[in-house]
């Protein structure tokens, strides 16, 4: 089930994958960089920043660096390369990618986290990484599981930018009909998103 396995059932190599778009920088998300060793990994500056610092007992749990071994590929951006997009400053022009590819800043959850928008036809898929963590909150009327809530507390690094966020994304959601917004871990998106279960292995590309 990891994301290397996945890529070889689609009928490519890790090494075929040019460019990764992270989110931020916790142990569940960089965990697999180094499975492609020849993708330049795109991140926001700050988020380098205090993952390198490693100020607090909670940085030393969730920025792992022996995962970055991919660090030398690492393309950072800081705050002066935005525009604006949907109402969020974003990345302007993610360096050797098209523009239907975008960052997005999301920043809560950690200090430089990142959403990833990417234009499908008429429509953008945006991966808000862990701005929400249960689908629900994007309803007029949002709701999350107790256990998820305290989650998201002991884990925020910006209470006050985290639920400005996730506000905005929801506003962004009733308001938009032309933008898929979903997050990191609720698992009901994930198969809806990827038309097969949460335990089922990627199917490999049909031959010919």
Known sequence: MTAAHQVRALGYAPEDVTDIVLTHLDFDHAGGLDDFPAA???LRAVEQQFAERQHTWLDRQRFRPAQWGSRLRWRTY???RTE???GFDSVSG?????????MSHLPGHTHGHAGV?????QEWLLLAGDAHFDRREMDPEPRCTPGLRLYQCL???DRRARLEHRDRL???AL???????????????FEALAGRALGEPCRPRASG
């Open 170 to 172: 929801r506003h962004l």
């Open 175 to 189: 308001r938009e009909s032309g933008v898929t917004i979903f997050c990191s871990h609720d698992p009901v998106q």
């Open 117 to 121: 928008a990417i234009r499908r036809d």
């Open 78 to 80: 800081d705050d002066a």
């Open 40 to 42: 330049t990994v795109h």
């Open 84 to 86: 604006t997009w949907m």
């Open 155 to 157: 884990m925020e690094k």
């Open 94 to 102: 993610l360096h050797g990618l098209p523009p239907e590819i975008l």
